[in-house]
């Protein structure tokens, strides 16, 4: 689900969340790995719109934004010492990724998305990264369950495999642990 739900009201045992704590203390959060951001877009739509040279020009494209992130319509990115702060507004928001990157596919707009679930598309050249001297701040991906006295052995075997799975498995241009 693309929504953080109540743990005992939803019968959870482990999720994969991006948000850094949760707000109820009994539940424990793992680090499961950092993972790169990054802007992307339709051949087409650089074609028609122009690509944007600085943070800046961000502004005046049509962005596909994932309203679920922490600040959906502020981009921070970097570029060494260089700092950049944007107000963007969406030709399109929404709580799925993978809606978010069928738009940009189909040439709606920049989109602002984890590199995994564009990587694919960026090597076959269906989507174009502009700005790629500049980065945008890493999204932590975490694991996380309920505080019990005696975990069950099938959550703690289960993140264990995931975080080592993660680790062993990953690309390092997409995933740091």
């Known amino acids: 689900?693309?929504?953080?739900?109540?743990?005992?009201?939803?019968?959870i045992d482990v999720a994969i969340r991006t948000r850094l704590h949760e707000p109820d203390t009994n539940i424990i959060v793992r680090r499961l790995g950092r993972m790169r951001r990054v802007l992307a877009a339709a051949p087409a739509y650089i074609a028609r719109r122009g690509e944007p040279r600085e943070p800046?020009?961000?502004?005046?494209?049509?962005?596909?934004?994932?309203?679920?992130?922490?600040?959906?319509?502020?981009?921070?990115?970097?570029?060494?010492?260089?700092?950049?702060?944007?107000?963007?507004?969406?030709?399109?928001?929404?709580?799925?990724?993978?809606?978010?990157?069928?738009?940009?596919?189909?040439?709606?707009?920049?989109?602002?998305?984890?590199?995994?679930?564009?990587?694919?598309?960026?090597?076959?050249?269906?989507?174009?990264?502009?700005?790629?001297?500049?980065?945008?701040?890493?999204?932590t991906m975490n694991i996380a369950y309920q505080n019990k006295a005696r975990l069950p052995a099938k959550i703690r075997v289960f993140t264990d495999f995931l975080i080592d799975y993660v680790r062993r498995t990953s690309r390092s241009e997409i995933w740091s642990s």
Request: charged share 20%; net charge negative.
């Open 56 to 139: 800046a020009d961000l502004a005046q494209h049509d962005m596909l934004i994932y309203n679920l992130a922490a600040d959906p319509f502020s981009l921070h990115l970097t570029k060494g010492d260089i700092d950049r702060a944007v107000r963007i507004t969406g030709a399109l928001d929404c709580n799925d990724g993978q809606v978010i990157r069928q738009a940009a596919l189909a040439g709606l707009g920049i989109l602002i998305q984890p590199l995994y679930i564009v990587q694919g598309d960026i090597e076959a050249g269906r989507l174009v990264p502009p700005l790629i001297d500049w980065q945008l701040p890493m999204l």
């Open 1 to 11: 689900a693309n929504r953080y739900l109540d743990f005992i009201e939803a019968g």
